[in-house]
Structures are given as structure tokens and as C-alpha cells.
């Protein structure tokens, strides 16, 4: 009522945010100033532990037990929150100030049906009755597409996929038209292309509202594609802030630009342009140095300079932006162009012979059905068919990819590769011995250490009690590589010198490791028994940018070295694009296109791929991307479509022979094969994806 | 739904037949001990035989199995031997007694340990929390027998406000049932509640809960709507496993009150190895666990949908 309508919707002036601990007050936040406009869209970037969330914390007012604001001021449409009773700003919550979070399964309540959760909101807030609360939820899930709003609202939340829970929680959010909206990684969890499609929902939804965004990610590429301006967080603090474009293309602080070279763009390879990982890892908050945080891991550090008083913010005074500012004393004397290390491009790894083939492999797994009816008719099993004739082959020192959406079967592949499951039919040779069916347990220690793994969190995959060395140790024994205890020391050295890790690390425990380590320790695993191939299950979705570039770049080197085939399995095409040499696209069970990566991400594509490869933010401001959302889920696996798998979410379906007929494979090129029905001369004049606005003279 | 509950009570069923085989293989696998136990120690060897022959006793296990199946099923438990009269005639009252003490005692202990456990585990670390943790960690590690003694000694002896027994000789009496009542509940609730506090503590904790404050609604609301249920789920369980001890566990306080209830009768007869009885209350001490365990089963699906629907 009182709103002064010309004042910003959030005005954040020397925000102090701390934790009590053990140890202390530990400040998570300091000096944090932020405005947002009506309508504006605002990003905080930052690796995981840079105090973003608790900045999103701190607006809502909700620190925790062990929280709380120490200084500075957060203006709510010119009133000034700290001055505000609870009830008020309980009021403001979920009303004026929304919140999506980024994990929609843990947000909402599995015991309440979904309408109920959404229909408390207008209820609580604006006291209506439940008949209107019913018909505006029924709307606002009509306004975030989704189909059959009406039996969803009598569904509990583990009744529907991961992609339509965050549409849930968008419309609880979007329920009371709030003039702010915080985001807190809302798509993290979420597969590319349902990324894409709720990117675009929430940009649509605000537009017609008029709410302001604060965004808060690590994905620089979702940024670029969402955010009118952006704050890049370190340590608890700003350290550039500015509009997208100049912060994309002049970034001033060390640390953006670190961060840059950590993000593989689809225009370079592992060859042309290796990633460049930040050294050393963020400072935890009591062990700040003095001085600039950043400092320890900057390359433009000048002792007596950096590590003196405090860093202030200052203006960088560009014509395009006067909101770009940057907390580095050296900002304008760096010349990020000319400190590029040029000279650090690798010569390509020679393929040898083939060491894994795949021919024609099947996995069909039985489901029981003990509904009434199914026991009645007598048909209590169906068949899931998880794999359907996969068939490539991997060379010596190569690198595959498998790419696709969560459900793709990819998971499957592996477990049949390692033997976890065993093939309905077909082959799998490894080095010419057919192991599809034959489990891990009869498997040789020769076989089992041929074949090793790299897993997708680090966290679950290390036993917590051993010591990564008695870890390392065991897998060495095992495989008989060595069977001296002094030998298998030395060899756990040498492989943690592989991994770049401290040989002291052998005695830790891995609670005492960061995620990065934890996931070198995995690695060091994996190659303890000189594998020929290993698997990678999304070996870096989990990590922090700046350390997954240097896991990736670590996965490489010993790759590189060693000669082995590596399967990397992933949903992120922009590591893909950039690591692998030939690419798998599965969907649903069955591979749609393969080949070299260069054939696989230019035209002809299979319509699936072309898809995927409009769904990956990039984080480039020269790229442009012709958009493409698929609408609909993902078919159930018990009841796949007859014909093509992907003909029920097409856009370039051309009618019932999708539906009714197998596609057949064309092939494009030499081991470049799609399987689709449209002719392969339609297929070649398609457009482009992804291409440069300005061209790059690098050669791809 | 109706398809699970209904063979879940056929699971029941088929419990309470390999139990009740068990409990008639121990007690008559062997006709010449029965016959000693209800002729007494000093019969000759002739009269045992013909008291198996006369009682049909020498006619396979199986056949004897299935009949005394049949009996328990219309309502013929046997003849006591210590008593001389139908077990039926003592059985019933007995369990009548302690379903009442049972009951009594589990509506108050529920009741309390919930309320005291929510309260604990709504805001924990609280001074709250730490008194009724600390309270209910002392009142559960206190014996029956010794809260039992420390009770009576208090207001019976000192207070002189309460009766020292509660035989119930001139009819039902509801204050001979408080002391009783008192120390089961003290020494039962600290369980409950020690459950639903943790399960309330780590419910408050989860993100559906930061959704609801973030939500905006009213604190009490968030406490009844969203974390109450999903708290409910784990001390569920713990609640139905004290039914059964409430019927066959409290046998310290029945003996300590002088209370004619039904664990004081199974321990009678199993001292003095009163066959039919024995029989009697195991049956029925089973089929109460039993009964529990699916109830509780089935509870459990209704309160957590996440099982319910798959």
C-alpha cells in the first residue's frame, strides 16, 4: 500500500550475513549490495560455498538457528525488511517474494496431495475460499503446461517426473503474482532439454507479470541466456558485477576469466584449447587470507599489493556499462588476451585398433505386474526394453561418448558392460572375448581389471571408513598387479601422483577430501589395474566448474598416457563436444545417431540430436542458437511407441510412418549413421544449431 | 489397496496356524507328559496309558492338531488343571482385566509421548527439548518394580491418597487402576516420544518444510499440515509394538499391584505348568502381535503415500 512505485522492487546495501560455529562467527557474507528493478533479471554466479544461496537465504530472512544478517540494510519496494515484525514478513513470503528451488522432490511434501500444497498459498495469503484457491491453481497449472492439470492436483509429488515437480514448484511460486522471484539452481537437477523448456516458462510467465528475477547458478551458460546483469561472487564477496554483455565479453576480475576457461565451448576441442582449471580451492571462510581472497589462486598476484588492506569495489570505466565494477587493484594493468597461454595445444592421440565392439546388444529386463487384472489375464510379466541392438565399436586410446536424457538407457549399457547385468542378446567383445554375458563375480581379475568405472558422485563411491590408500590398495590386490605389500604402496603412490594429489593423502580418510579429491581418488581407483577401457558415468555432473575442468583435463592426461578407451557417459553436450571423439545419442533404449563428433554436431542431424544440441546453454555471447523445445515427456519404457522412439516429441515428424514403422538406419557418412525416416538429402539441408556470430579463424 | 489387505490378513492367517502348530508341538508333542501333568506326580505308569487311551491322546499329531484348532475356534479352551474349571471361564475375564489396564494406559502414553515428542523435536536443542529429553530418558530407564515400589511408597504410604492394591475384590473400582496406569505409562511413554522427537527433528530439517516457511504460512500450520504426518511415520511402528507389551509385558506390575489381569495368569501356569492355559494365552498373546503388526503395516501405507501408490 505504502509503496513508493518508483522505488527498486530489492535495494541491498553492505549486506552482512554470518554463521555461529565451534569456531566462532563465520562471516558467509560480506559488504553485499545488490538493486533490482522492477522486471529485472539478475544472476549470482559462483562456485559452490561463495555464499549465493545464503544471500537468497538472507532476502527471505530465514538463516537457520546458527544464521544470521549482522549489517547492512534489504529494502523490499523502499521498506526497509529488518524494520518489519514476523508476521509481516511472513506475509511478504510466498506473496510478494517467491522462491524455486533446486531440488523439486525434496521441496515438496510427500504426504500431501499436490493441490492441497498449492492451494494453502491464495488461501493463506489472500483468504479466499477454496472453491477460487482450486480454479486459480487449476489455472496457474494450465499456465505452466501442464497437461491433465486436474488429476495432478490429486497426485502426490513422487506420482510425477522431475521435470513436472519443478513446474509445481513454479506454480506454487508464480500462485500469488509475486514481485520477486528468487531462483536458487533451478534447473541443476534437471535434464537439458526439460531445462530448456522451464528456462523458457519462467522468462515467459515474468515477462507477462512483470516480476523481477534474482538468479542463482553456477551454469555461466544459463546466465547468459537468462540475466539482464550479473554478480560474480568469490569467498562471500562480489567480485564483478555488471551488465551480461561486458561481463561476458570483457570480464576484468582474474577469477571471472578463471572461470571462463573452465567452461569447454562448442567451438573448441581438447586439442585446439585445453580447459584451464583455477589452481588451488576456495579458501574455507576462517582461513581467508588477507588482503583478496582470490589471491592464493591468482596468476597476477603481486606480493605487498593484493595481500595488504581489504580490496574495495571499484568502477570500471567502459562507455558501454557504467554498472561493471570489479574488486581487483590490478584490473586495468591485466591483459587477458596476451596472458592466454597460447603455445598449450596438444597433438591429437592416435587411434589404434579396436578394443571394445558392441554388436546388436539387447537388455530386456521383466517387470512383474501383481495389479488384479494382470493376475486375472494371466500376463503378470512385461518386458522393459532397457538397451535395443546397441552396436558401435571403440578404438584403443579413443573417446566415446553416450549421450542422452535421464531414462535413455545409458545406465543400463554399463551395467551390461560391467557386467553388473547380462545381455539379453547380441555381443559385447572386449578385445575380442564376448563378456555380455558373463557377470562381474565369473569375470577374470584380467577381465575385471580391463574394465573399470568412474562414477558419478564421489561422495557415495568411496567406502567412508577405509583410507583412500587401503582403498587404492585393495583394488591393486584384487586385480593381481601386486601382491607385495611394499610393492602395493608404491604403486598407490604412483597413482596418486597420477592424480596429482599428495602422496600424504593415502592416510586420509574420505571425509577428510574436498569432492574434487574425492573424485581423483575414483579415478586413481579406476586405473589402478591398467585398464584398457574405462567407463565414466557423468564423472564431472556433480563437481564445481572450476574443478571439473580439472578432473576433465586430469581424465585426459592419464587417457592420453595410457592409451585407454574411455566411455564417457553424459547429459552435458558441451563436455561432450569438447572431449569425445565419437558420439552415441541414445533415446529410450535405442541409439538414434553415431559418429564423429564434428558429424554428429553439425547437420545431417538426427532431429533428437539437433534438440539436445539447442537445449545446452552456452556460454558464449557469440553463439547463436536456433531454439527448439521439445514438448511432452518422455515415454514410459513398459509402453514405448511402435515406430520410431522419439516420433511421439518430433518436431520434424512427417506422419503415421513415424508412428507405426522402425526407422531405418542412413547412413551419412562413413560410421555416421542416423535412424530416421526423413531422406538423408532433407536431413543435409537442415540448418545449423549452434553458429558463431562472428567467425572464429581457429580450425575446427 | 483392498487386494493388500486382503492378503495381508491371509498372511495373518497362515502366521497364526505355524505358531499355533509350534505352540502345540511344545506343549503336546509328547501325550505322557500331559498325562502326567494333569494326573499328577505320583500315577503308575497303567493309569497314564489309560488316561491317553481314554482321552484319545494316542491318535496321530496331526489329527489331535487340527481338532484342538477346531475347539480353540469355538470357543473350547480346555480343562484348567490348577483351577479344575474351563480355561475359558478364567481366560476371558483375565484378558478383559488387562485390556482394560491396556487400554488405559495406551491411550495415555500415546497421547503424552506424542505431544511431549513434537513439542522436543519442533525446535530442537531448545530448553524444551532438553527437558523432555532428559525427563524421559530417567522415566525409561526407571524399572517397573522400582517405580512401582517408589510410587506406592509415595501415595500410599506417605500421601495415603491412593489404595496399595488393585485386586478389584469388591467389583471394578477406577481408583485402584491410577498407580497401575502411572507406572506403565512412565515407564512406556519415554520410547514414543524419544522416537517421534527425532523423526519430528529431522522432518523439520527437510526442504518441504523450508518450502512451507518460504510459503508464508502460519508457524502452527506448518507444524500441523506438513511436518506432523510425515513425523508420525517412524514412531508409527514403535506405537503398535507397545500394544503387544502393554498385553503380555506387564506382568512386573500386575504382580506389584495384586492386579488379576492376564499376565499375571500365564505366569501362574506356566510355573505350575497348567497346560490348557498355557495354550490359551499364547494363542491369544500371538494373535494380538499378529493383529498389531498388520494393523501397523497398514497404517503405515496410509499414512506414507509414497508406499501406497507405487
Known amino acids: 500500500m505504502a509503496d513508493q512505485n518508483d522505488a527498486p522492487v530489492l535495494e541491498i546495501s553492505d549486506l552482512r550475513l554470518s554463521y555461529y560455529t565451534r569456531m566462532g562467527e563465520v562471516p558467509a557474507v560480506m559488504d553485499f549490495s545488490l538493486t533490482i528493478a522492477k522486471g529485472e533479471s539478475v544472476g549470482l554466479v559462483g562456485e559452490s560455498g561463495c555464499g549465493k544461496s545464503t544471500v537468497a537465504n538472507g532476502i527471505m530472512r530465514y538463516m537457520g538457528n546458527n544464521g544470521g544478517i549482522v549489517g547492512g540494510t534489504i529494502k523490499f519496494k523502499g521498506r526497509d525488511m529488518a524494520e518489519m515484525s514476523e508476521e509481516e514478513v511472513r506475509q511478504l513470503r510466498g506473496k510478494d517474494i517467491a522462491m524455486i528451488y533446486q531440488e523439486p522432490m525434496a521441496s515438496l511434501n510427500p504426504s500431501m496431495t499436490i493441490g492441497n500444497q498449492l492451494m494453502e498459498v491464495p488461501i493463506e495469503h489472500e483468504s479466499i475460499s477454496e472453491q477460487e484457491a482450486h480454479d486459480r ?7 505452466v503446461h501442464i497437461p491433465d492439470p486436474k488429476r495432478l492436483m490429486d497426485s502426490f509429488p513422487h506420482q510425477i517426473s522431475g521435470g513436472q515437480q519443478q513446474r509445481v514448484v513454479i506454480a506454487m511460486a508464480l500462485l500469488s503474482k509475486p514481485a520477486l522471484l528468487l531462483l536458487d539452481e533451478p534447473t541443476t537437477a534437471l535434464d537439458v532439454t526439460v531445462e530448456a523448456g522451464i528456462v523458457e516458462l519462467i522468462a515467459e510467465l515474468s515477462r507477462e507479470a512483470g516480476t523481477s528475477l534474482l538468479y542463482i547458478s553456477h551454469n555461466l551458460g544459463l546466465m547468459l541466456e537468462v540475466c539482464d546483469r550479473i554478480s560474480v ?12 554483455d561486458s561481463i561476458f565479453e570483457w570480464p576484468k576480475h582474474p577469477y571471472t576469466h ?62 558501454d556499462d557504467p554498472a561493471h565494477r570489479v574488486r581487483c587493484l590490478r584490473w586495468n594493468e591485466i591483459d587477458h588476451e596476451a596472458a592466454l597461454p597460447e603455445a598449450d595445444t596438444r597433438p591429437p592421440i592416435e587411434i589404434g585398433e579396436t578394443v571394445l565392439e558392441v554388436a546388436d546388444m539387447k537388455k530386456y529386463y521383466e517387470v512383474s505386474d501383481n495389479s488384479l487384472a494382470a493376475m486375472i489375464s494371466g500376463a503378470t510379466a512385461k518386458e522393459v526394453k532397457a538397451n535395443e541392438s546397441i552396436s558401435f565399436r571403440a578404438a584403443e586410446g579413443e573417446t566415446v561418448a553416450i549421450v542422452g536424457e535421464s531414462g535413455c538407457g545409458k545406465s543400463t549399457f554399463a551395467k551390461v558392460l560391467m557386467g553388473l547385468e547380462q545381455a539379453t542378446e547380441g555381443e559385447v567383445r572386449l578385445s575380442g572375448t564376448d563378456i555380455g554375458g558373463i557377470a562381474v563375480r565369473e569375470r577374470t581379475p584380467e577381465q575385471l581389471a580391463s574394465l573399470q568405472m568412474v562414477f558419478q558422485n564421489p561422495n557415495d563411491t568411496l567406502n567412508p571408513s577405509l583410507s583412500v590408500g587401503a582403498q587404492i590398495g585393495r583394488v591393486i590386490k584384487r586385480f593381481g598387479i601386486e601382491s607385495d605389500p611394499g610393492k602395493i604402496q608404491q604403486r598407490v603412490f604412483e597413482l596418486l601422483d597420477t592424480v596429482k594429489l599428495p602422496r600424504e593423502f593415502a592416510r586420509r580418510k574420505p571425509r577428510q577430501l574436498s569432492g574434487g579429491q574425492k573424485q581423483r581418488i575414483g579415478i586413481a581407483r579406476a586405473f589402478a589395474g591398467n585398464p584398457k577401457t574405462v567407463i565414466a558415468d557423468e564423472p564431472i555432473s556433480a563437481l564445481d566448474v572450476s574443478v571439473a575442468a580439472a578432473v576433465t583435463e586430469l581424465l585426459m592426461d592419464i587417457q592420453r598416457e595410457n592409451r585407454t578407451t574411455l566411455l564417457f557417459i553424459s547429459h552435458d553436450l558441451s563436455a561432450v563436444r569438447y572431449l569425445a571423439d565419437r558420439v552415441v545419442v541414445m533415446y529410450l533404449g535405442q541409439i538414434m545417431e553415431r559418429g564423429q563428433t564434428d558429424e554428429v554436431f553439425s547437420p545431417p542431424y538426427h532431429p533428437y540430436t539437433e534438440a539436445l544440441l539447442s537445449a545446452v546453454p552456452i556460454a558464449d555471447p557469440q553463439v547463436q542458437k536456433r531454439r527448439i523445445v521439445l514438448e511432452g515427456n518422455l515415454p514410459s519404457p513398459l509402453d514405448p511407441p511402435k515406430g520410431c522412439p522419439f516420433s511421439t516429441r518430433c518436431p520434424r515428424r512427417i506422419g503415421a510412418i513415424c508412428d507405426d514403422e522402425v526407422p531405418p538406419l542412413q547412413i551419412a557418412a562413413d560410421r555416421h549413421v542416423i535412424a530416421c525416416h526423413i531422406s538423408m538429402d532433407e536431413l543435409r539441408e537442415v540448418e545449423p544449431v549452434i553458429s558463431l556470430s562472428k567467425p572464429e579463424t581457429t580450425a575446427a | 489397496m483392498l487386494q493388500m489387505v486382503l492378503r495381508r490378513i491371509g498372511m495373518m492367517i497362515l502366521i497364526m496356524l505355524v505358531v499355533a502348530l509350534l505352540l502345540f508341538l511344545i506343549n503336546e508333542g509328547d501325550p505322557r507328559l500331559i498325562a502326567r501333568s494333569v494326573l499328577g506326580p505320583y500315577a503308575q505308569a497303567e493309569q497314564l496309558d489309560a488316561w491317553i487311551a481314554k482321552n484319545g491322546y494316542d491318535r496321530s499329531l496331526f489329527i489331535r492338531y487340527f481338532e484342538w484348532i477346531g475347539r480353540v475356534l469355538t470357543g473350547d479352551l480346555g480343562q484348567s488343571i490348577i483351577y479344575k474349571r474351563p480355561v475359558s471361564e478364567i481366560f476371558w475375564s483375565r484378558l478383559g482385566n488387562t485390556g482394560i489396564l491396556a487400554g488405559v494406559t495406551f491411550v495415555i502414553m500415546v497421547i503424552v509421548a506424542l505431544v511431549l515428542g513434537v513439542l522436543a523435536g519442533m525446535r530442537e536443542g531448545s530448553l524444551l527439548d532438553r527437558t523432555i529429553s532428559v525427563f524421559s530418558i530417567a522415566t525409561t530407564s526407571v524399572p517397573e518394580y522400582a517405580s512401582a515400589v517408589i510410587l506406592a511408597g509415595l501415595f500410599v504410604f506417605h500421601l495415603q491418597w491412593l489404595p496399595g492394591t488393585s485386586s478389584m475384590t469388591s467389583g471394578f473400582d477406577p481408583v485402584q487402576l491410577i498407580l497401575p496406569v502411572l507406572v506403565l505409562t512412565l515407564y512406556g511413554f519415554g520410547y514414543i516420544a524419544r522416537m517421534t522427537r527425532a523423526s519430528m527433528a529431522e522432518v523439520m530439517t527437510t526442504h518441504y518444510i523450508r518450502t512451507a516457511i518460504l510459503k508464508g504460512l502460519p508457524y502452527k500450520r506448518i507444524i500441523m499440515k506438513h511436518a506432523l504426518r510425515n513425523a508420525l511415520i517412524a514412531p508409527f511402528t514403535v506405537i503398535m509394538l507397545q500394544i503387544n507389551w502393554l498385553l503380555s509385558g506387564v506382568v512386573v506390575t500386575e504382580f506389584a499391584f495384586g492386579y488379576k489381569g492376564f499376565g499375571a495368569l500365564l505366569l501362574e501356569a506356566a510355573l505350575r505348568r497348567d497346560i490348557f492355559v498355557i495354550e490359551a494365552c499364547g494363542i491369544a498373546a500371538v494373535f494380538v502381535a499378529v493383529l498389531t503388526q498388520t494393523v501397523g503395516d497398514l497404517g503405515y501405507t496410509y499414512l506414507n503415500p509414497r508406499i501406497r501408490f507405487k
Open chain 1, 258 to 319: 578463471g572461470l571462463f576457461g573452465c567452461i569447454p565451448l562448442p567451438h573448441a576441442d581438447k586439442n585446439a584449447r585445453p580447459l584451464v582449471a583455477i589452481p588451488g580451492q576456495l579458501p574455507l571462510p576462517h582461513e581467508r587470507p588477507t588482503g583478496c581472497y582470490f589471491g592464493p589462486r591468482c596468476g597476477f598476484f603481486e606480493a605487498g599489493r593484493c595481500d595488504g588492506n581489504s580490496i574495495p569495489i571499484t568502477e570500471v570505466d567502459t562507455d
Open chain 1, 137 to 143: 491453481v487449476f489455472e496457474m497449472l494450465e499456465a
Open chain 1, 233 to 244: 561472487m568469490y569467498s562471500g564477496e562480489v567480485v564483478e558485477e555488471g551488465h551480461i
